[in-house]
């Protein structure tokens, strides 16, 4: 059965816990799907991870929409979910032109935005469009010289109390779910009580409704360094270095391929007859 944002709202309400995973083309997408994950987003994560930037800052909106196309083919039953890029939404126009974009051209059944009180006219223009919004708090990676850095958000009243105002905000605004990153298990849980839309959470503990992770970090496959709310379930970057450095000893040795197993045949006469 297809997930959809009313799915995912009524998932919360009969209090079960929604899994997601990001993917960005159409292999990886048909994997997941198949898994039985309950939405794939086609997140700006996709500037680090695909096209190897250092940040998500330089992500465009043909970036967004040539990946999500790919995944919106491989997705059967995840719901997908795909990010606005930074920039993207400044302004309210701004918002619902690059919003329609994302559904039109690359298939998004939803959009997601980093914000909150700030972006409450831009999640309600967009939702008054009849396209669904997920918000995203906490640590936004969009906001990483804002921050000054990768760092956990909410550890103290001030910064607390201004993501509690935002969850609010965003609920009011028309938001389906919200993703919760890099803030204290406490914070994440009294804004999971609070709110009655579906808190998605990657660091944020597991008092939210779901959880989201980028799925190179789930299989270890980018970067040397884990992150402390990830955990590895396979280690794929591991498998895949071995598998290609035999391959290449293989054909320097001269033990791959094998004509036998791996070649195609012809008559000998024809070589004869070739001029
Ligand atoms: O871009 C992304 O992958 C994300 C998730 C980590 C929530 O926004
Ligand atoms: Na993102």
């Given at each position: 059965m297809k997930n959809t944002a009313v799915t995912f709202r009524a998932a919360k309400a009969k209090g079960e816990k929604?899994?997601?995973?990001?993917?960005?083309?159409?292999?990886?997408?048909?994997?997941?799907?198949?898994?039985?994950?309950?939405?794939?987003l086609v997140g700006d994560s996709l500037g680090m991870v695909m096209l190897g930037y250092d940040s998500t800052l330089p992500v465009t909106m043909e970036d967004m929409i040539h990946h999500a196309k790919c995944v919106t083919r491989g997705a059967k039953n995840?719901?997908?979910?795909?990010?606005?890029?930074?920039?993207?939404?400044?302004?309210?126009?701004?918002?619902?032109?690059?919003?329609?974009?994302?559904?039109?051209?690359?298939?998004?059944?939803?959009?997601?935005?980093?914000?909150?009180?700030?972006?409450?006219?831009?999640?309600?223009?967009?939702?008054?469009?009849?396209?669904?919004?997920?918000?995203?708090?906490?640590?936004?990676?969009?906001?990483?010289?804002?921050?000054?850095?990768?760092k956990v958000q909410g550890k103290n009243i001030k910064t607390a109390q201004q993501i509690l105002d935002d969850a609010r905000a965003i609920e009011d605004a028309g938001a389906f779910a919200v993703v919760l990153e890099g803030v204290p298990t406490l914070l994440a849980k009294k804004i999971t009580e609070e709110l009655s839309i579906p808190t998605i959470g990657i660091g944020a503990g597991d008092v939210t409704d779901g959880q989201i992770l980028v799925y190179q970090d789930l299989l270890n496959m980018y970067g040397e360094m884990k992150p402390k709310f990830v955990r590895h379930y396979a280690e794929i970057g591991a498998q895949m270095r071995d598998a290609f450095a035999r391959y290449s000893a293989d054909v320097k040795s001269g033990a791959f391929p094998d004509n036998d197993r791996e070649g195609f045949k012809m008559d000998e006469s024809i070589l004869s007859e070739l001029h």
């Open positions: 929604l899994s997601m995973l990001t993917a960005y083309d159409y292999t990886t997408a048909k994997l997941v799907d198949e898994s039985g994950i309950d939405g794939i995840a719901l997908v979910v795909v990010d606005l890029p930074f920039m993207a939404y400044h302004t309210v126009d701004q918002a619902v032109e690059n919003a329609g974009r994302l559904v039109k051209e690359g298939g998004a059944q939803a959009v997601k935005l980093e914000g909150g009180v700030a972006f409450h006219d831009q999640i309600k223009a967009i939702v008054t469009a009849s396209i669904p919004v997920m918000a995203h708090l906490g640590l936004t990676p969009q906001s990483v010289n804002a921050f000054g850095g990768f």
